[in-house]
């Protein structure tokens, strides 16, 4: 382990915070059973409180002390963990994580995530670690230590620099019931299709509730206003293109037409535009297959009313 993992442990045992890398993107971690250090990381991203987090551990063991797994809750933890795959189910009474962090819900989110440096550190603190994204609430998520220093630089106690995130984009939410029904809370890294191929199909959730907050109208946004499904761009327009060489002062998402590389690219290249000045990024036509499903709903988002 190195000496700054054990920093960063150290960091959060005291009650503050480390932004960390993970394979989908950084998180704003705290301790999870920590009320205040809770408290910090809504007031750190500026975040409404009704909005709960994730708590990430180290395995499928440790998940089980803090959430009632039900068979198919289990079975997606190890075929998923460690990855990018959240799962909701409900909350033991017995867990120390803080009310703060589920914001009064009686379920809990827990994620086991593979980056070897937020294994290292769950490792080094021992303890569930909540991490939102590390970006300002509603804006566009981080994939780069740079982008986490950007929105949130002197508000955070250390940032561990582990390089681009692989995937890009956060993880895929399931919700298991106690009766084992399955419901898609986010599109995410993994695609529907391949959590299907465990649960059959997925259910939608209650339009009515805030079943996900990230499913708030406006998020993940840019400061530029969004077009999307662009064939071409207006004068004046930035272009993000994808399965084509974008034109002078755009870029692509991925010139092969290659989702996972999309993916990747999604938050990098919208912050990229935006700091290019441009008033509008107008957005180039997603296939909605594979992951196509939830890049099109993080653009979406980002091109919602504000
Ligand atoms: O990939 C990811 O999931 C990243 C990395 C850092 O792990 N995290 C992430 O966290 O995207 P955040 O806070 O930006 O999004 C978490 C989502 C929110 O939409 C929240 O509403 C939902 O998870 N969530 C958390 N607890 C929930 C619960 N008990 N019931 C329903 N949704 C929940
Ligand atoms: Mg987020």
Redesign the pocket.
């Known amino acids: 382990m190195t000496r700054e993992i054990e920093r960063a442990a150290d960091i959060l045992r005291a009650g503050d915070l480390v932004v960390f890398p ?1 394979e ?4 704003l971690g705290g301790d999870a059973t920590n009320p205040r250090a809770v408290a910090r990381i809504y007031d750190a991203k500026q975040r409404p409180s009704f ?4 708590a ?1 551990v180290s395995d499928l063991e440790t998940a089980e002390r803090h959430g009632m797994l039900h068979a198919r809750a289990r079975a997606l933890a190890e075929r998923f963990w460690p990855g ?1 795959l ?1 799962l ?1 189910v409900k909350r033991r009474s017995e867990s120390p994580i803080a009310e703060l962090a ?1 914001a009064g ?1 009686d ?3 827990l ?1 086991a ?1 593979a980056h070897p440096m937020a294994r290292a550190l769950l490792a080094a603190f021992g303890g569930p670690i909540v ?3 590390a970006n300002r609430s509603g804006h566009v ?1 981080a994939t780069t230590a740079a982008h986490a220093h950007a929105d949130l630089g002197e508000r955070v106690d250390l940032i561990l620099d582990g390089g681009a995130c692989q995937l890009g984009l ?2 895929t ?1 399931v ?1 298991i019931a106690d009766t084992g029904v399955a419901t898609l ?2 599109a ?1 890294a993994i695609p529907r299709e391949t959590i299907e191929a465990i649960t059959g199909a997925l259910s939608a959730p209650l339009a009515a509730s805030i ?5 708030m109208e406006s998020h993940y946004a840019p400061r530029a206003r969004l077009r999307l499904n662009a064939a071409d761009p207006q004068p004046g327009e930035a272009y993000l293109a994808f399965g084509a060489t974008a034109p002078p002062g755009g870029l692509s998402l991925s010139q092969t037409g290659d989702l996972v590389e999309a993916a990747a690219n999604l938050y990098a290249h919208l912050r990229a535009l935006d700091a290019s000045g441009a008033d509008t990024i107008a957005v180039a036509p997603i296939p909605s297959d594979g992951l196509g499903e939830a890049i099109r709903d993080r653009l979406a988002r980002a091109a919602a009313p504000r």
Do not use: D, K, Q, W
């Not at 989908?24 to 998180?27: D, I, R, S």
């Open positions: 993970t989908t993107v950084y998180g909005n709960p987090l994730i990430h990018p959240t909701v589920c819900l379920t809990l989110a994620r995530p991490a939102p994204s998520s956060e993880s939410i919700a809370l986010r995410g079943a996900a907050p990230g499913m």
